[in-house]
């Protein structure tokens, strides 16, 4: 009996533990102060033109809401937030490239393929 209590316990709480498939899960970012943004894309197939410009648009999404809208009053604020968005957007595109080069790499071998990261990670620095 004391068995099937652990088991249940361990189910629930992986349950709980296991992300959803949302789009964009926010990050607990006790360890910085930065915005942060994790874009998933294990629902997505990123073999079609289709999957890969959702995927972009995910990207360019999380971007923006990392990065902030800025004041357009103030030319400063606006130029830091352009600063942030483009190289925000390189490192996350760079990532997405990787990604998919170990995807292409992995196609035979189904362990691998399987094995792969589901998420890219954006930050604002």
């Known amino acids: 009996m004391k ?3 652990a088991a249940a316990l361990a189910v629930i709480a992986f349950a709980i533990a296991t992300p959803s498939l949302a ?3 926010v990050k607990d970012t ?10 998933r894309f294990n629902d997505l197939n990123l073999d079609t033109p289709q999957g890969i410009d959702r995927l972009n648009m995910r990207i360019t999404s999380a971007v923006k809401t ?3 809208q800025p004041d357009a009053r103030i030319p400063r604020e606006v130029a830091v937030t352009r600063t942030c968005r483009s190289e925000s957007l390189e490192r996350a595109f760079a ?6 080069a170990a995807r292409l790499a992995a196609r035979d071998d189904p362990s691998r393929l399987a094995a792969l990261t589901t998420s890219i990670s954006i930050a604002a620095r």
């Open 3 to 5: 068995r099937i209590h």
């Open 23 to 25: 789009e964009v899960v």
């Open 30 to 39: 006790s360890w910085s102060k930065l915005p942060y943004r994790e874009v």
């Open 66 to 68: 990392v990065c902030g």
């Open 95 to 100: 990532d997405r490239d990787s990604i998919m």
